[in-house]
């Protein structure tokens, strides 16, 4: 039976987890805490793919016999070895006698398997429920649907007036939104393995699309949907593309020339089928999340003409939308979302698990494409 106490516990755990978002692709992230009694004699979280899983961090980090002990940890635990053994094995041969999981790992080489181990080794195994178990779940919910699906998971973030513009009639859109905000999707880049956007919004923007806060952060992986192969070979994307991983996807009509200078300056190229005249998103996505290493996360970046591909394909998972404290105006000003649109209004894509937060003068909203978690 859970007590507050372990609900304490598990709350360490699910803290510790936090410290290494980001930062463990393709692994999931997990926060492991052993208690003796009341008192906490080990913790420990997996910081990066390759490193100790959360669960042996957790065991290492105890100074004297770790026999007889409970542990908190807030993914089920693998019961196969990859580049490290399976924690299963670690947790028995260690002497653990209880373990509180907070959520179960849906890959198929876990699923349910790790704790039917553990309770045929005799051990106490319990699963929580309720807000603890959510939050376990959001934490991973990228792995989880590439667990699942073997597609990324794909956020979609955009910027915009409260009168629903993302630039004026002239094109500008520097800057919409506050530098919190803007600080905010720079940590948001650094926590996600591909982050992508159209070719106009990078004929545009001519973007760098990195994240570029202080911080123990990686780069993800540049994408750009550009049907004909015409990213400027002067852009700051294809300039730096020798340093920072960028690829683009085209279509069969994309000049074989065009693609072949793309390439020469270190740019990936893959062809996709055309879905309406474009790159087809759903190829395109099967890719990121079967190439090695799989990008388990997406953050779509712009433009309009993207983003309706996304929602008109119904392949957006989550949505962040922060709105700023002014008007635009002018029936030419860009929305964040174009093509062709809903013909009624009952037939428009709904978003579930709102919530919203201040963001500096800014006001974010994050919604969901589904009721249901990952």
């Known amino acids: 039976m859970v007590s507050g106490l372990d609900i304490s516990f598990m709350q360490r755990a699910l803290n510790l987890a936090d410290l290494a978002q980001g930062k463990t692709s393709p692994n999931p992230t997990v926060g492991a805490v052993i208690v003796r009694g009341e008192d906490v004699i080990g913790e420990g979280y997996h910081q990066r793919a390759g490193d100790d899983h959360a669960e042996v961090a957790a065991i290492k980090s ?14 089920e635990p693998c019961c196969h070895a990859g580049r490290t053994g399976p924690c299963t ?3 028995i041969e260690a002497g653990i006698t209880r373990v509180v999981v907070a959520s179960l790992d849906p890959s198929a080489k876990v699923n349910g398997k790790g704790l039917a181990e553990l309770r045929d080794a005799g051990m106490a195994v319990e699963v929580l429920d309720g807000l603890l178990a959510a939050r376990a779940r959001a934490q991973n919910e990228a792995f989880r649907k590439h667990a699942v699906t073997g597609l990324p998971f794909v956020t979609f973030k955009s910027a915009m007036s409260l009168d629903g513009k993302i630039a004026t009639y002239t094109g500008d859109s520097k800057w919409i939104s506050g530098e919190e905000s803007r600080a905010l999707v720079h940590a948001l880049r650094g926590e996600v393995d591909s982050i992508a956007c159209g070719s106009g ?18 780069q993800p992986l540049r994408v750009i ?24 996807f085209v279509t069969e009509s994309a000049p074989a020339e065009k693609i072949k200078a793309l390439q020469s300056a270190g740019v990936e190229v893959v062809v996709t089928a055309t879905m309406d005249g474009q790159v087809d998103v759903g190829e395109a ?18 433009g309009p003409t993207l983003a309706a591909s996304f ?3 119904g392949t957006i998972d989550k ?8 008007f635009i105006g002018g029936k030419e000003a860009r929305t964040p979302v174009e093509g062709r ?13 709102m919530r919203h937060k201040a963001v500096g003068d800014d006001v974010l909203i994050t919604a969901y494409t589904t009721q249901e978690e990952w």
């Open 62 to 75: 105890v100074k004297g016999d770790v026999r007889g002990a409970t542990i908190f940890v807030t993914l």
């Open 89 to 91: 094995q670690a947790l």
């Open 319 to 326: 949505v962040m939308t922060f709105i700023a404290p002014k």
């Open 285 to 302: 996505l099967l890719h990121l999340g079967s190439r090695e290493p799989a990008a388990l996360s997406l953050l779509l970046e712009g």
């Open 341 to 353: 649109g809903f013909r009624l209004v009952g037939e428009a894509a709904p978003l579930y698990r």
């Open 201 to 218: 919004t990078a004929d545009i923007d001519d973007p760098m699309l990195t994240c570029r806060i202080p911080g123990d952060y990686s």
């Open 225 to 248: 949907f550009d049907s004909k192969a015409g990213l400027s070979l002067e852009s700051q994307l294809v300039r730096t593309a020798g340093k920072l991983a960028t690829l683009v």
């Open 311 to 313: 929602v008109e394909s």
